[in-house]
């Protein structure tokens, strides 16, 4: 990945400018511009070097090697559409172009478009199967999509050719560990680590496997030497903190999660850590400030404000400890650790009312929870007796509401906001919604069969009050025990369950009412909703955190978005089964469009939102989430044209967005 590729991109420049022929006077212009944008890039001033390309694709359509040279310098602008297009125009131009084929591979590898990239693979070695460099980077994109056994194969052919690489070894080494074959992994990261004896990254791979074994001694001599080889490299501090708390040597984890903080001012992560650690040595007001902090970072995450309670709890502010706790149980209701703490302290605030109805609420939670462990569905869905004080591995990131982010690479500084899922909710005729969208006779004709004046599908939050909706469910929970069985009934109490948060139940009994109309596609819609906010809680509670990938770009520049680590498959399927038996429901698309993007995977997100604006060209959300996955992927220009489309559509969002892009562009 990283000094081979660096020699590889200069080597192919110098190449680059000794294929040129034509005329005498032609020859020397064009060498001179290739010299220019090939001296800028090496520079890294890619700018530039597009701006001489251009020229030189002015005076010559067909250079193909001037469209490669600036699919190059784009990518590296992490103008990773507009690469893609270039390196497509010098296959065009020569279709035996192996390296526009290796990187137009690596480039549809990052925007998570596997297949085609993988594709493009196959093309580049059935044409030089007798290249290292394609197996390495097609071995990455299969280790980032999770073939490992596959990519072991592809670095076995590379090392085979190139055996002095260390980030190879490493990247095998992965795909073992990935495999759960420790022994292996073990022998290459040591291999990496024989190769390159400066590079901390094979020291940090090996010490972060020392650490899960809990060989502490020998993690720690891997981080320390990890920190001489690179003292600007956070992750060897922040895993050496690890080892430090494991060893009960709080102050000098302290110490370190300190200098990861100097490095990285923004890194919620290790205020987290850093707010648990202080609290055990009884450091509770500078726990207090951290869990703030991480707060402001990651204001969906149920455990800051659970852990936070117990600090204001120990500083004896009662009244803000039982705030956070509610917090906590209004994000998720099933926590039954909150209501019990919750419990305690309303005794010690003279409510025993109050304790008594938390601490039977709490051990009904407890019981559901425990008759689910058998069911592979559930057993997920956070043992929530547990203790949440354990430090966490910086292969994590604190989870967020994934409806609205979508967090980038660089620790999440870059956000994407998307409108949410549309699902059949419960809202007041008279104050609902905003944008007026197409009337589907289909929809209207399934409402008008369940009956309920406040029926709607919408994408936005309802507007009935939480006294109301927990009526509405014991209206339909007496209706149902008094034998009204119906696919109907099921339906609402399905909705009310859901809008009360109660997950699991709701999707419990929208599949009994899909037992009793397994046709209907409106059913399958609501359940894929529910399933996928079911995830975005389950994500905050049971340290759903987003793996750290690698660096897979044969130039060095590569930043790989990270995955969730929760899947939306079955949220998914519900999904395809809507699609294939309404095929006219754009919202379906929609929504589908809205978890691929949740995923990862972009280019599929994108396709869907555009078969959504097909099917109904008014679609003012469909717009609105498409602008901001071009925009999200740096086609810039065409994602604010989709979010003017939107703003003209009633997404007043839109505007505030586009002020912003504007802004960021002068």
Not at 143 to 151: D, P, R, S, T
Not at 251 to 261: P, S, Y
Not at 280 to 293: C, F, P, S, V
Not at 643 to 658: F, H, Q, V
């Amino acid at each position: 990945m990283g000094q081979l590729m660096r020699q590889t991109f200069i080597g192919l420049l110098f190449l680059i400018t000794l294929l040129c022929g034509k005329k005498a006077h032609a020859q020397y212009n064009r060498d001179y511009f290739f010299w220019v944008g090939r001296t800028c890039m090496m520079n890294n001033d890619y700018q530039e070097a597009i701006r001489t390309l251009n020229t030189l694709l002015r005076f010559d359509e067909d250079a193909f090697e001037g469209y490669f040279l600036r699919g190059i310098a784009k990518y590296n602008l992490d103008d990773l559409i507009g690469a893609e297009a270039d390196f497509s125009t010098a296959i065009r131009y020569n279709p035996v172009y192996t390296q526009a084929y290796t990187y137009r591979a690596i480039t549809r590898s990052r925007l998570g478009n596997y297949d085609d990239a993988l594709q493009d693979f196959r093309e580049a070695i059935d044409l030089r199967p007798d290249l290292p460099g394609a197996y390495y980077s097609r071995g990455v994109t299969r280790l980032l999509n999770q073939q490992f056994k596959e990519a072991i194969e592809d670095f076995n052919k590379f090392l085979l050719q190139e055996n002095k690489v260390a980030d190879a070894w490493i990247c095998r080494g992965l795909s073992y560990l990935n495999l759960k074959d420790t022994t292996r992994a073990y022998t290459d990261f040591n291999r990496a680590i024989k190769t390159n004896r400066e590079d901390p990254n094979g020291y940090n791979r090996r010490g972060a496997l020392y650490l899960e074994q809990k060989r502490y001694p020998e993690a720690e001599w891997d981080f320390n030497k990890a920190i001489s080889c690179d003292s600007t490299y956070v992750l060897s501090y922040f895993n050496r903190a690890l080892v430090y708390s494991s060893t009960h040597r709080p102050m000098k984890a302290l110490e370190d999660f300190d200098h990861v903080i100097r490095l990285d001012s923004t890194n919620s992560l290790t205020y987290f850590n850093r707010a648990i650690l202080r609290a055990q040595i009884g450091d509770y007001n500078r726990a207090l400030d951290d869990y703030n902090k991480v707060a402001l970072y990651s204001p969906n995450n149920v455990l800051v404000y659970y852990n936070r309670a117990g600090i204001h709890a120990q500083l004896g502010a009662l009244e803000e400890a039982v705030k956070d706790y509610s917090h906590a149980i209004r994000l998720y209701p099933d926590f039954a650790n909150a209501y019990l703490f919750r419990s305690q302290l309303r005794m010690m605030l003279n409510d025993p009312k109050g304790a008594k109805k938390d601490r039977e609420t709490a051990n009904r939670k407890i019981a559901q929870y425990r008759s689910r462990l058998s069911d592979s569905t559930y057993s997920i869905y956070a043992d929530t007796t547990q203790h949440f004080d354990r430090l966490l591995s910086f292969d994590s990131k604190l989870a967020g509401g994934s409806f609205e982010r979508i967090t980038g690479h660089n620790g999440g500084r870059e956000e994407m906001r998307l409108l949410p899922l549309f699902k059949f909710t419960l809202q007041r005729p008279d104050t609902a919604l905003v944008v007026e969208h197409y009337r589907l006779q289909r929809v209207e004709d399934f409402k008008q069969k369940i009956g309920n004046r406040l029926l709607t599908l919408s994408c936005r939050d309802t507007n009935l009050e939480a006294d109301s909706l927990v009526m509405l469910d014991r209206e339909y929970t007496a209706k149902i025990k008094q034998g009204n069985t119906s696919w109907e009934m099921l339906f609402q109490r399905g909705i009310s369950q859901s809008l009360i948060k109660q997950y699991t139940n709701s999707v419990n009994t929208l599949t009994q009412a899909i037992e009793l109309n397994p046709g209907n596609p409106f059913l399958y819609l609501n359940r894929s909703t529910i399933r996928a906010e079911m995830i975005d809680f389950i994500s905050s509670i049971d340290n759903s955190y987003q793996r750290i990938t690698i660096d897979s770009d044969p130039a060095a520049r590569l930043n790989n978005s990270s995955k969730r680590t929760y899947s939306y498959d079955e949220a998914v399927a519900d999904l395809n089964k809507a699609v294939k038996l309404y095929p006219g429901m754009a919202h379906a698309y929609y929504n589908r469009a809205n978890l691929h993007a949740l995923s990862g995977c972009l280019p599929e997100a994108f396709e869907d939102y555009t078969k959504a604006i097909e099917l109904n060209p008014q679609f003012a959300e469909a717009y609105y989430n498409r602008g901001m996955i071009q925009i999200f992927m740096k086609d810039t220009r065409k994602g604010c044209l989709d979010l003017s489309k939107a703003g003209e559509l009633g997404i007043e969002e839109a505007y505030k967005l586009l002020k912003e892009h504007m802004k960021n562009e002068e």
